[in-house]
Every structure is written in structure tokens, then in C-alpha cells.
């Protein structure tokens, strides 16, 4: 922990309820997400007043993170549109939740924001933490928005009545697949930003000062996220990322004997991101030459109807010893299965109902799942344990019960196995059929990796380092 830390500060506590919300978000956090990677939480400070300054990719699921990788009680600014509904306000201010007015949602209500100041330097003289989300809206983009300077504002604000008491830590979010089930995901906390040395400058000019603390706010959660300047920019390092971050996974395995949990993808992705800006600088034609490659490569996807992994696979062609392996696991597993998807189709199905029918933006679609499997889940395993308990006797429903979560990520790790078996057979028999069109989809893909190989080999000697 920074030096600079007051490591005498009363330690902030949780109290009942927001402790008993935080185990439940805890506990679907750990069955929605594969993995829940937590990066430096040592920054925040136990106790004392900090704010929280963190991106938004992913609506409300943003908060349950943040909440439940630090063991503090996190008072996180709400836009005041959630609060209009009674019971919904009731569970927010129980939560801690601060409302703040936006103009898009309250243009005639701005005025009440000298109140969430007030609530907020009220929350900070008590030694608590509040945490913002100064892009002021969730969004799909592989970048941070330009932020707003509210939280340079309270930052300066209470500083200025108490200088050096505020720690400001910078927080990024990074999905590895924003809507899917059993993603990945990295919640980075990044050092802290000093304010004291912003306070004489803001006494002469409040306004220069804002916006000078607000760039540094800016640069801090950049630093802790994958960040695409331009959105144009954005599709190409996707597709980079899609076609080529498996083989630099494989390339750590094999050279520096990394697990797959060792590596940082979120680094990976950076690295992308740093050399196709390079490039974009120093070799524009390349780059260009680069992405005209990979959308014929994504034609000629589309015009057989074949996916990437397969044609990868097909280029890999796993030793027979694997591929016994694999289909044993497959025949093994089948009875698995047909249990855990038979006792889990409506909890999971349902949700992604809900979810496409309710997501008014890509950034809504985790959250309705998320939320609508909190309800469902439980409401049908509860529903079938009861139907088991009547059928076999209390014993035979609490073996049912333990089972029910292990069966169903089984049950979905052999669900998307299988997607990718048939994904893999489509191509075996487009290979009996058409041969010419497998030789051209498997020669375009080595000639595409061969490019992107050299261009980073020719971006780590132009660099003089490895960022890979």
C-alpha cells in the first residue's frame, strides 16, 4: 500500500444488509462469471474517505463487482431515475446508494445536485468510500468515454475543506465477453491519484483545475482497461483479437510454460491495441492491408458458413491420443448432460428470454439475465427439489439440491463442446464435398496468422521490448 496512506484511519465497516446483498451477489457472480479476476485491491485503502472511479461497461453487474472484491461498504452514485419507484429507492438507499441527477433524465431537477454533493462530503467526513461512474452512462464501446468532471468536482471539493484525507483510485472493468454466460472477466484497481497537488491551482482557477484532475481521472482508469481511441479502430482489434489471441495464449504456454489462468489476457489485448496504433503511425498501408485480409477472410466464413474455430482446428489437427480423449469425454459425458440441461433448461432459457426482450442496449443484456436468473434459478431448483422430496423422501432432495449448480455448469461446458463438434463436422463435410473451398479458407487463415506473426515480431523490434 502506498506510503502515502493513512493507515490510522477507522476502518470502515458493512453493516447487516449490505452485507447478506453482497454474499448473494458474490455467490451468482461466481455461477454467472468462469473467472472473477481481482487486480491490486490492496490499493484501496480499509478505511478512511476514498473515492471510487470506475468505467462502465456493463450496467448494474458493474457494481456487484466493484462491491464484492473490496471488503468495505461501497456507496456508489445512482442516477436519480432509479429512484422513482418506492421499493426500488427503498433497497438503494439501503445500499448506500447516493442519487445523482443528469440532465438527459431530469433537466429540471439539476439544482438538487448541491444536495449529492452534500450527502457525498457527509459520507467522506464519515470515512466511507463512494464510488462513480464519471462517463455518466453504460456503453458497448472498447474504450473509456470522455469523462465527466463530477468526480473531479467532489474530489476537489472535499479537499479543499480537509486537504490530503481523500484518496482517489482509479478502477478499471474488462469483459472478456460482455454478454455471455461463464465468461471471464478482470476488475483492475489502479494506483492512487494524488489531489493535494491540484489545491493551490484550484484557489486561482477552478475551472482549468477541474478539467486538469479530470484528465488525470481519465488516464487512470484508461491505464487499467483495454482502450481503443477511435471507434473505427475498435472492429479491426476486435478481429485481430478473434483471430490471433489463441495463438499468442499458445505461443506463452509453449515457450514460457504459463497455466492458462498465468496469463493476462487483458495485457494480450493491450499489446494489440499498442501495436495497431503503432502501426496506424508508422505503417498505415499495412494496416489497411491487414484489415482488407481479414474481411475476406470473414467473406469467405460467411459464404460456406463455417466458423473460424473450425477451420483452426482443422490447421492444428490434434494427435490421435487427443482426439480419443475427446471423444470419450464426449460419450461419458452425454448422461451428464441430459441430466444437468433437463434440470436446468428453464433457469437458463429463461433469462436470455427476458434478457433479448428487455435490453434496450447492448449494455442492458448481461444485467436482465443476470438479474432474471438471481429469480429464476431459485424459484425452479426450489420448485423441483420440492417435487423430488415428495417423489423420494428429504435425503434424495438434498442430494438433488447439492447437485443442481454443478450439474448445470457441466451441462453447459458440454453444450458449448458440442457447438463446437458440430461446428467442426459442418467443415469436415464441406471438406468431402468441396475441397477446393477448404484449401482456400485453411490457406487464406496461414497466410493471415503469418502476417499478423510478422507484424509483431517487426512491432517488438521497433519497440525494443515485449508489451506480448
Not at 122 to 151: C, D, N, S
Not at 334 to 362: C, D, Q
Not at 435 to 444: H, I, P
Amino acid at each position: 500500500m502506498s506510503a502515502s496512506v493513512d493507515t490510522g484511519a477507522r476502518r470502515d465497516t458493512m453493516d447487516g444488509f449490505y452485507r447478506a446483498v453482497r454474499a448473494v451477489g458474490r455467490f451468482w457472480l461466481w455461477f454467472f462469471f468462469r473467472s472473477v479476476d481481482i487486480r491490486h485491491p490492496e490499493r484501496v485503502p480499509a478505511g478512511g474517505p476514498v473515492l471510487l472511479c470506475i468505467n462502465h461497461p456493463n450496467n448494474f453487474i458493474d457494481s456487484l463487482l466493484v462491491g464484492g472484491a473490496i471488503p468495505r461498504k461501497v456507496h456508489y452514485l445512482a442516477t436519480a431515475a432509479l429512484f422513482r419507484n418506492r421499493v426500488v429507492a427503498r433497497f438503494l438507499r439501503a445500499c448506500g446508494a447516493i442519487p445523482v441527477y443528469r440532465k438527459q433524465d431530469d433537466p429540471d431537477k439539476m439544482e438538487r445536485n448541491a444536495g449529492t454533493f452534500e450527502a457525498c462530503f457527509k459520507a467522506f467526513g464519515e470515512g466511507r468510500l463512494v464510488a462513480i461512474y464519471p462517463e455518466g452512462t453504460t456503453h458497448a464501446e472498447v474504450r473509456v468515454q470522455r469523462i465527466k468532471t463530477g468526480a473531479a468536482r467532489l474530489a476537489l471539493g472535499y479537499e479543499a475543506e480537509r486537504p490530503g484525507a481523500l484518496r482517489v483510485v482509479p478502477v478499471g472493468l474488462n469483459f472478456d465477453a460482455r454478454k455471455s454466460f461463464r465468461g471471464r472477466v478482470l476488475v483492475s484497481f489502479g494506483p492512487l491519484i494524488p489531489v493535494t497537488p491540484y489545491l493551490e491551482a484550484y484557489r486561482r482557477d477552478p475551472v482549468k483545475t477541474v478539467e486538469a484532475l479530470t484528465d488525470a481521472i481519465q488516464w487512470g482508469i484508461e491505464a487499467e482497461v483495454v482502450h481503443v481511441e477511435r471507434i473505427d479502430e475498435s472492429r479491426l482489434v476486435t478481429a485481430v483479437q478473434e483471430l490471433y489471441r489463441d495463438q499468442l495464449v499458445r505461443e506463452l504456454r509453449e515457450e514460457r510454460g504459463l497455466a492458462e489462468r498465468q496469463i493476462d489476457l487483458v495485457r494480450l489485448s493491450r499489446a494489440i491495441v499498442d501495436s495497431t496504433n503503432y502501426f496506424k503511425r508508422h505503417d498505415p498501408e499495412r494496416v489497411e492491408r491487414i484489415w482488407q485480409s481479414i474481411q475476406s477472410y470473414r467473406a469467405l466464413l460467411a459464404e460456406y458458413r463455417v466458423k473460424d474455430e473450425a477451420v483452426r482446428a482443422r490447421l492444428e489437427r490434434r494427435r490421435p491420443r487427443q482426439r480419443i480423449r475427446r471423444g470419450w469425454e464426449a460419450i461419458v459425458g452425454f448422461p451428464l448432460f441430459l441430466y444437468g440441461a433437463t434440470v436446468n433448461f428453464l433457469p437458463y432459457w429463461i433469462p436470455r428470454w427476458v434478457a433479448r426482450r428487455m435490453s434496450h442496449k447492448e449494455t442492458d443484456y448481461a444485467t436482465w439475465r443476470f438479474l432474471t436468473a438471481m429469480l429464476a434459478t431459485p424459484l425452479f431448483w426450489a420448485l423441483e427439489t420440492w417435487i423430488v422430496a415428495r417423489l423420494a423422501g428429504p435425503a434424495a432432495a438434498l442430494v438433488f439440491a447439492l447437485s443442481l449448480p454443478l450439474a448445470g455448469v457441466l451441462a453447459y461446458r458440454y453444450w458449448v463442446g458440442a457447438g463446437r463438434l458440430r461446428s467442426r463436422l459442418r467443415f469436415g463435410a464441406l471438406a468431402l464435398t468441396r475441397e477446393y473451398a477448404v484449401r482456400r479458407l485453411t490457406t487464406e487463415r496461414q497466410a493471415l496468422i503469418a502476417e499478423l506473426e510478422r507484424a509483431k515480431n517487426d512491432y517488438l523490434t521497433a519497440t525494443k521490448g515485449s508489451s506480448f
